[in-house]
Nanobody, 117 residues
């Protein structure tokens, strides 16, 4: 069993910042990619940012230049620094961790991010 524990969501004003963190624990497996997705009401879940082994990062166009993803392999954590937040970023943010085999695909419970004045 693998558990993902997320932290750092909340309410922030437009232009503000938040930092999301996710820690993986439990069964050991080789992690290929760690990332963050989000799902707004009435919309599909979408990729926000990901960080693969080999230090390749990928960002949604809407967050490029505003968000930064980082990863600590030793601690099995992934962090998303979110700056210059916009109201349209309001959503539930989910941590995702995947291994090299499809059986290893894990999701966090989600953390609410609300950007509002």
């Amino acid at each position: 069993q693998v558990q993902l524990v997320e932290s750092g969501g909340g309410l922030v004003q437009p232009g503000g910042s938040l930092r999301l963190s996710c820690a993986a624990s439990g069964s050991s497996f080789s992690i290929y990619v760690m990332g963050w997705y989000r799902q707004a009401p009435g919309k599909q879940r979408e990729l926000v940012a990901s960080f693969t082994t080999g230090d390749t990062t990928n960002y949604a166009d809407s967050v490029k230049g505003r968000f930064t993803i980082s990863r600590d392999n030793a601690k099995r954590t992934v962090t998303l620094q979110m700056n210059s937040l916009k109201p349209e970023y309001t959503a539930v943010y989910y941590c995702n961790v995947r291994g090299y085999y499809s059986v290893h695909n894990y999701w966090g419970q989600g953390t609410q991010v609300t950007v509002s004045s």
